[in-house]
């Protein structure tokens, strides 16, 4: 896609995630959206796209690392559910819960025993949110071997993007087929008329992004929310400046 028109598509998409935004606020609505899927697939990209222009207290990036000890004898969702929305607030989780049906299957960081009873009952924790006012949404990010590969390249080549790569990078290219097998097992028992699962095509990350913001615009039935008129007040030599004491130190001019 053109850069530009995917920039003229993006403001405008932008401008309803405000509108969407300013509407959850007004009304109390408490929406998460989760975003899961391949590494390097384009979720990071998406999320931030959607949240650069909103306001962070009320769109929330919810991005959890591992689980400490003492999370670890927790309930298995009990550290997910500090970071739900409240309401007026989007919370966007940077992967979920849904950890444990996939990088700690294909790792072994669970037990087959553990992973089961994930599946058994995150259809039944999904139930519970939505009942008590959550609009939930899941995107799975979809990306091919050969895009991945270019992308982890470029990872490793460019300083800038240096630090995305990690060493789960590599297992998850040598374990393609195993993460393939535990999505599609996670698909079968947690994608419900409840709680469905949206694939994004992420081979193309501009189009991703319009896309996966577009649906998700469609999902909630937001209206416009005017703001309100405001006049600002004339200057006059009351509001006059007060110069910064001679101490203060100012940053030196670089550029």
Known sequence: MDKQEYKRQLKVLQVQLIQLQQWVASTGQKVAVIFEGRDAAGKGG???VISEKLNPRIVRIVALGKPSDKERQQWYFQRYVEHLPGAGEIVLFDRSWYNRAGVEKVMNFCTEEEHKEFLRACPEFERMLIRSGIRLVKYWFSVSSGVQEQRFVERLENPLKRWKFSDMDLVSRSRWR??????????????????????VDGDHDKKARLNCISHLLSLVPYKDVSFPEVELPQMDDKHRDIPLPEKVQRIPEVF
Request: hydrophobic share 30%; glycine share 0%; net charge negative.
């Open 178 to 199: 195993e993460y393939s097998q535990a999505r599609n097992q996670m698909f079968e028992h947690t994608d419900t008329d409840d709680s469905p699962w949206y694939v």
């Open 46 to 48: 998406a999320i931030r």
